[in-house]
Structure formats: C-alpha cells, structure tokens
C-alpha cells in the first residue's frame, strides 16, 4: 500500500494526542510511574494477542540473539526511560507543553539515523529540524507556568516539579523515544519484515520488565488521595 507509512505515523500522532490528555489526569491520581506499568501491562496482552491472531502462537521465534537484543535494549531506554520521563513530565508541566516538546523525537531520531544508520540527510530536512526546533523553544517558554498552579498536583506528589525540570524530562522522554526508535528500527531490519509481531512483543515485553524492575526503588505510595 503506497505510503502506508506515512498513514500510520499519522494515525500514530492523532492516537497520541488523546491519550496524553488520559495519562496526564492518571498520573496525577496514581501517579506516572504506575500509569506506564500498568500501560505496559496492557501493550504485552494486546500485542500477545495480535500475534496469536496473525501467527496462531504467543510467543516469538525466529529471532536471533542480534535481533532480540537491539529490540530488548530498545525497549528498555524507549519504553521505561523515555516513556518514564515523558509520563512525569505530562503531569509535572502539562500535555500542551509536553507534546511540544516530544514533537523533538522526530528530529533526534533523524540525526541518530544518519549517524548510525547512515541514512541519508537533505538539506530540506536540515531546513525542517531547524524551523521545529524553533517552534519548540518559542512555544515552550513563550508563558511561564506559575509555580503554585502546576497541573494541581501538590507538592508532596510524586511528579511535582518546577517549569525548567519538567522541560528536561520532556526532552529526556524526546531523546529516549528517539534512541530506543534507532535501535527499534536496527532490530525489525534484522528481524525482517514477516517477523515485526514477533519484535513488537520483545520490544514491549522488555519494556514491561524493565519497568517491574525500576518498581524495586519506587515505594511511594499511591497519589489518588490528594
């Protein structure tokens, strides 16, 4: 299907607006830690059923050690960490700002790509990832967000913060996206394309146990009382 691609991205972006608005309102009742666990729980049994459906089994094969490691470390820095800091700072400074500042993932993963990858880069692209990150910087700080009306969240509540940290975790969530994408996609060649259930459900699964390990250090308790 001809840019099937570009439709999926799309549908992607749109998926992801509406969602940020969810996981901002969860976050601030249980907190962002525990909003990414349980999303991760429920992406493993989405994708385990859609490669029941699409191969008749639950588990991957087929997939070499290159190919399982590249998706399990993608996992681990795009779903635990950028998704870990992208999710706080959702709450911290907002989805407005938030999404603005994701929109940087595109960009880093291209620079990533042509480094690594050794795609190629034009100047035209070089043209956009300059005007977008103008954008970004002008409507990030083009308002200051009071320090006593952060997304209502009290002080005590695990993803309280201040303007310039929230901004830090939302790059950070960028740059997390934007590696674990590079090296989603270095795996996925690898695996070839009949095998992309099969290295979506690595990915995911590699995120959901990266995630129940970080649990270890976050006894917090739950932020619904607030």
């Given at each position: 299907?001809?840019?099937?691609?570009?439709?999926?991205a799309?549908?992607?972006?749109?998926?992801?607006?509406?969602?940020?608005?969810?996981?901002?309102?969860?976050?601030?009742?249980?907190?962002?830690?525990?909003?990414?666990?349980?999303?991760?729980?429920f992406?493993?049994l989405?994708?385990?059923?859609?490669?029941?459906?699409?191969?008749?089994?639950?588990?991957?094969?087929?997939?070499?050690?290159?190919?399982?490691?590249?998706?399990?470390?993608?996992?681990i820095v795009?779903?635990?960490?950028?998704?870990?800091?992208?999710?706080?700072?959702?709450?911290?400074?907002?989805p407005?700002?938030?999404?603005?500042?994701?929109?940087?993932?595109?960009?880093?993963?291209?620079?990533?790509?042509?480094?690594?990858?050794?795609?190629?880069?034009?100047l035209?692209?070089?043209?956009?990832?300059?005007?977008?990150?103008?954008?970004?910087?002008?409507?990030?700080?083009?308002r200051?967000?009071?320090?006593n009306?952060?997304?209502?969240?009290?002080?005590?509540?695990?993803?309280?913060?201040?303007?310039?940290?929230?901004?830090?975790?939302?790059l950070?969530?960028?740059?997390?996206?934007?590696?674990?994408?590079?090296?989603?996609?270095?795996?996925?060649?690898?695996?070839?394309?009949?095998?992309?259930?099969d290295?979506?459900?690595?990915?995911?699964n590699?995120?959901?146990?990266?995630?129940?390990?970080g649990d270890?250090g976050?006894?917090?308790p739950?932020?619904?009382?607030?």
């Amino acid at each position: 299907m001809q840019h099937f691609g570009e439709i999926a991205a799309l549908g992607t972006a749109i998926c992801w607006a509406f969602t940020s608005l969810f996981f901002a309102e969860a976050g601030k009742q249980i907190g962002s830690f525990k909003v990414n666990k349980i999303r991760l729980v429920f992406a493993v049994l989405i994708y385990c059923f859609l490669l029941l459906v699409t191969t008749g089994r639950l588990f991957p094969q087929d997939l070499n050690m290159n190919q399982a490691g590249w998706l399990i470390v993608s996992g681990i820095v795009g779903l635990v960490l950028g998704d870990g800091c992208g999710f706080k700072a959702l709450v911290m400074i907002g989805p407005r700002r938030t999404t603005v500042l994701y929109s940087a993932a595109p960009i880093m993963a291209t620079i990533m790509a042509w480094i690594f990858l050794g795609e190629a880069l034009s100047l035209l692209s070089i043209v956009g990832i300059v005007v977008t990150i103008a954008g970004i910087t002008w409507v990030v700080t083009e308002r200051q967000l009071p320090a006593n009306a952060k997304q209502d969240v009290h002080s005590d509540h695990p993803d309280s913060g201040s303007l310039f940290k929230g901004i830090l975790l939302g790059l950070g969530a960028a740059l997390g996206q934007a590696a674990g994408l590079v090296m989603a996609k270095q795996g996925m060649l690898y695996a070839g394309g009949d095998r992309r259930a099969d290295g979506s459900l690595v990915y995911t699964n590699a995120g959901f146990a990266g995630g129940n390990l970080g649990d270890l250090g976050d006894s917090r308790p739950a932020c619904g009382d607030g």
